[in-house]
């Protein structure tokens, strides 16, 4: 018998991929959807957006894309506007965007114009509604190769922006193709489950704003809702900056806010030119930055938490340049006198006492490396901020586990790509430590073949053991760590992928994971290019692929 070779390919991955969390593939086993899934909702035209769309299209779904800004790309849509760096937190709830409803007596669709209106004000509404990268000017993608078919060099963030929106062409929902497909400008601002007549869930109503810019001086605002049977989060993990609590430091930035910033506010680096800068936090952000601003500005102090050495920060830690001091923890920000006894000289007569008891004085400006927190403001109801991170809700309450707490993480999902409560509500790139466009591609993949049909979800009691399993691995406590995956973990992550999708579609049908993609398995390097999509008419699709080391 001749056996096709993507047949025989899928065997061998099958063998290949872990198994452990796939022996469950029984019929009679799987999870079983409450109503059927037509129509998908995405909300974000990232580069996990754009993929899962893609998918989705392909696979037969009516698909709806939901995007806040007037471009595709998330956060490879660079500009030079930023936001005000919330010192201290917002609530979770609205750490990336306060959602603005009509009045319950207010009847959808509903339309709203103001005219003569300041245009700062304007302009600053419309950030707002946007939201604002929290990529700067000069940032390349990290890695040890980008293949030259592509790129002859680390591509800059515009060659990745330009190369987002070529793959948003390719599927015909850039922003000038008008396709209904996609509505730009249009924030979510409320997702809500449906239910029908006898009480039963039936999907999700959507409620939607669009900000329209009229003239530098007016503007619209226009509200509606749709029905949605499925609904795909894919709305990034940057939006919400992460600040510290530490004594004074609010003080320091309410009289200041333009010298304290977080590091999504930082675009160039003559923006501190002969400043003496006070950094805190010692990770990817933080380190780049000082390498950065090092050139330019005269001193740069480095605040980090943990001194321990692991092999990231051995790197990170290795670009560091001389005229940069690490100094530890910062223990207070002593308070500022007023404004009228600082002669306008800002922050500089400031002091900083570190946890040694060392004041640092002198310093001109601050910048927040502290990185981002979970926001989800168009799903209050799955926010629960009074569990603490060992805590969950009780088993038997009739109350649903949250997805988000304090933002430190999410939970509640099956392979961080299915809320298990509800599996018709998925999610994409959320994770930390991983290779977006690499893990955008599988991740679309499974979520898609689960909604078709192709591929099955365990029971709802299996995964949620899974889930409990994997917290008790974890240590018994959500953490910042507890959505990190890294090389090792991503790897093995999308070798369970693989497996599991390989395998459903050989009973279930629908297409396989192809060779491209299981070059994935052992490859090295970084690799963006064209990928040819193995389905039954062998068709081509532009694909947004990395590969990394297996």
């Given at each position: 018998?001749?056996l096709?070779?993507?047949?025989?390919?899928?065997?061998?991955?099958?063998?290949?991929?872990?198994?452990?969390?796939?022996?469950?593939?029984?019929?009679?086993?799987?999870?079983?959807?409450?109503?059927?899934?037509?129509?998908?909702?995405?909300i974000?035209?990232?580069?996990?957006?754009?993929?899962?769309?893609?998918?989705?299209?392909?696979l037969?779904?009516?698909?709806?894309?939901?995007?806040?800004?007037?471009v595709?790309?998330?956060?490879?849509?660079?500009?030079?506007?930023?936001l005000?760096?919330?010192?201290?937190?917002?609530?979770?709830?609205?750490?990336?965007?306060?959602p603005?409803?009509?009045?319950?007596?207010?009847?959808?669709?509903?339309?709203?114009t103001?005219?003569?209106?300041?245009?700062?004000?304007?302009?600053?509404?419309?950030?707002?509604?946007?939201?604002?990268?929290?990529?700067?000017?000069?940032?390349?993608?990290?890695?040890?190769?980008?293949?030259?078919?592509?790129?002859?060099?680390?591509?800059?963030?515009?060659?990745?922006?330009?190369?987002?929106?070529?793959?948003?062409?390719?599927?015909?929902?850039?922003?000038?193709?008008g396709n209904?497909?996609?509505?730009?400008?249009?924030?979510v601002?409320?997702?809500?489950?449906?239910?029908n007549?006898?009480?039963e869930?039936?999907?999700?109503?959507?409620?939607?704003?669009?900000?329209i810019?009229?003239?530098?001086?007016?503007?619209?605002?226009?509200?509606?809702?749709?029905?949605l049977?499925?609904?795909?989060?894919?709305?990034?993990?940057y939006?919400?900056?992460?600040?510290?609590?530490?004594?004074?430091?609010a003080?320091?930035?309410?009289?200041?806010?333009?010298?304290?910033?977080?590091?999504?506010?930082?675009?160039h680096?003559?923006?501190?030119?002969?400043?003496?800068?006070l950094?805190?936090?010692?990770?990817?952000?933080?380190?780049?930055?000082?390498e950065?601003?090092?050139?330019?500005?005269?001193?740069?102090?480095?605040s980090?938490?943990?001194?321990?050495?692991?092999?990231?920060?051995?790197i990170?830690?290795?670009?560091?340049?001389?005229?940069?001091?690490?100094?530890?923890?910062?223990?207070?920000?002593?308070?500022?006198?007023?404004?009228?006894?600082?002669?306008?000289?800002?922050?500089?007569?400031?002091?900083?006492?570190?946890?040694?008891?060392?004041?640092?004085?002198?310093i001109?400006?601050?910048?927040?490396?502290?990185?981002?927190?979970?926001?989800?403001?168009?799903?209050?109801?799955?926010?629960?901020?009074?569990?603490?991170?060992?805590?969950?809700?009780?088993?038997?309450?009739?109350?649903?586990?949250?997805?988000?707490?304090?933002?430190?993480?999410?939970?509640?999902?099956?392979?961080?790509l299915?809320?298990?409560e509800?599996?018709?509500?998925?999610?994409?790139?959320?994770?930390?430590?991983?290779?977006?466009?690499?893990?955008?591609?599988?991740?679309?993949?499974?979520?898609?073949?689960?909604?078709?049909?192709?591929?099955?979800?365990?029971?709802?009691?299996?995964?949620?053991?899974?889930?409990?399993?994997?917290?008790?691995?974890?240590?018994?406590?959500?953490?910042?760590?507890?959505?990190?995956?890294?090389?090792e973990?991503?790897?093995?992550?999308?070798?369970n992928?693989?497996?599991?999708?390989?395998?459903?579609?050989?009973?279930?049908?629908?297409?396989?994971?192809c060779?491209?993609?299981?070059?994935?398995?052992?490859a090295?390097?970084i690799?963006?290019?064209?990928?040819?999509s193995?389905?039954?008419?062998?068709?081509?699709?532009?694909?947004?692929?990395?590969?990394?080391?297996?």
């Amino acid at each position: 018998m001749y056996l096709q070779p993507v047949f025989l390919l899928s065997l061998l991955v099958v063998t290949y991929a872990f198994q452990q969390p796939f022996h469950y593939n029984e019929h009679s086993s799987s999870y079983q959807f409450q109503w059927p899934i037509r129509k998908v909702g995405i909300i974000g035209a990232g580069p996990g957006g754009l993929v899962a769309y893609r998918e989705l299209a392909q696979l037969g779904f009516e698909v709806r894309v939901l995007e806040r800004n007037s471009v595709p790309g998330g956060n490879w849509h660079y500009t030079n506007e930023t936001l005000p760096s919330p010192v201290p937190n917002l609530d979770v709830s609205e750490a990336d965007f306060r959602p603005d409803i009509p009045p319950d007596n207010i009847q959808l669709p509903y339309e709203k114009t103001w005219n003569r209106v300041e245009p700062q004000t304007v302009a600053k509404l419309r950030q707002d509604h946007q939201g604002v990268s929290p990529i700067w000017e000069s940032l390349t993608a990290i890695g040890p190769k980008i293949h030259p078919m592509i790129f002859s060099s680390a591509p800059t963030n515009k060659d990745l922006q330009r190369y987002v929106r070529s793959f948003a062409s390719f599927q015909g929902i850039n922003s000038n193709d008008g396709n209904p497909d996609i509505s730009y400008n249009t924030r979510v601002e409320r997702v809500e489950k449906r239910y029908n007549v006898n009480g039963e869930g039936a999907g999700w109503t959507v409620t939607l704003r669009e900000f329209i810019q009229t003239d530098a001086d007016s503007y619209s605002i226009r509200w509606w809702t749709e029905d949605l049977d499925a609904i795909l989060v894919a709305s990034g993990r940057y939006n919400a900056p992460s600040v510290p609590n530490i004594p004074g430091l609010a003080q320091w930035a309410k009289l200041y806010p333009k010298q304290v910033i977080h590091s999504r506010a930082y675009r160039h680096a003559d923006e501190f030119v002969n400043q003496t800068v006070l950094i805190i936090g010692g990770s990817v952000s933080g380190t780049e930055i000082a390498e950065l601003i090092s050139g330019a500005s005269n001193k740069i102090f480095l605040s980090i938490r943990d001194s321990t050495m692991n092999d990231l920060k051995k790197i990170l830690f290795s670009r560091v340049p001389k005229n940069v001091s690490i100094v530890p923890e910062i223990k207070l920000f002593h308070q500022l006198p007023q404004l009228a006894e600082l002669n306008d000289s800002g922050i500089h007569r400031g002091a900083v006492e570190l946890l040694n008891g060392t004041l640092l004085e002198g310093i001109d400006k601050i910048v927040l490396a502290t990185g981002f927190r979970f926001s989800l403001p168009f799903l209050p109801q799955y926010q629960n901020s009074s569990l603490r991170p060992n805590e969950t809700v009780p088993i038997g309450s009739g109350r649903p586990q949250p997805l988000i707490t304090d933002g430190s993480h999410l939970r509640s999902l099956h392979m961080d790509l299915f809320y298990i409560e509800e599996p018709t509500l998925g999610f994409i790139n959320f994770n930390e430590g991983i290779e977006t466009f690499t893990l955008s591609e599988f991740s679309a993949a499974a979520i898609g073949k689960v909604w078709a049909g192709e591929a099955k979800l365990p029971p709802k009691q299996r995964m949620w053991d899974m889930h409990w399993q994997r917290l008790r691995d974890a240590g018994g406590s959500y953490t910042r760590k507890f959505m990190l995956l890294g090389n090792e973990k991503q790897t093995e992550l999308i070798r369970n992928i693989i497996g599991w999708i390989n395998r459903d579609a050989c009973e279930y049908g629908g297409r396989q994971v192809c060779l491209y993609f299981t070059r994935y398995i052992g490859a090295e390097g970084i690799y963006a290019g064209f990928h040819r999509s193995m389905d039954q008419k062998g068709s081509y699709s532009l694909s947004l692929f990395h590969t990394v080391a297996g």
